[in-house]
């Protein structure tokens, strides 16, 4: 699976090998539905603090459209991990919907 990381905050940038190794170890079961992960941390209003390091993970399935969650936290690890688990989430979600048949009761209309 390839881990594309972008940041622009020199205290994201020092999280690379992090967001990397985690991005894998959660995507290890599923990596066969998605072969790249963009993930994108960003400072929201700087040094001021607060709720505002953001997360966003786009997930490209060959099969469909892009798949992009984003969350935001007091602190990086905490934004990075809850994205993760959303992205994992969006994704099972996308999965058993196209798994699923699609039944002739469920496209008869009501009488």
């Known amino acids: 699976m390839e881990v594309l990381f972008e940041a622009r905050s020199p205290k994201a ?5 992090l967001a990397v190794r985690r991005t894998r170890f959660v995507m ?40 992009v969650v984003t969350s935001m936290a007091t602190d990086w ?3 990075l991990d809850a994205a993760l ?3 994992v989430r969006a994704l ?7 798994r699923t048949p699609v039944t002739s009761a469920r ?3 009501p009488r």
């Open 92 to 98: 099972m979600r996308w999965w058993q919907r196209r």
């Open 77 to 79: 690890r905490r934004a």
């Open 13 to 17: 940038l020092a999280l690379r090998g």
């Open 107 to 109: 496209l008869a209309p």
């Open 85 to 87: 688990a959303r992205a």
């Open 28 to 67: 290890r079961r599923i990596h066969w539905m998605v072969p790249r992960a963009r993930v994108h941390l960003d400072d929201v209003n700087g040094p001021r603090g607060g709720v505002d390091k953001r997360c966003r993970i786009e997930l490209r399935a060959p099969a469909g459209g892009p798949v």
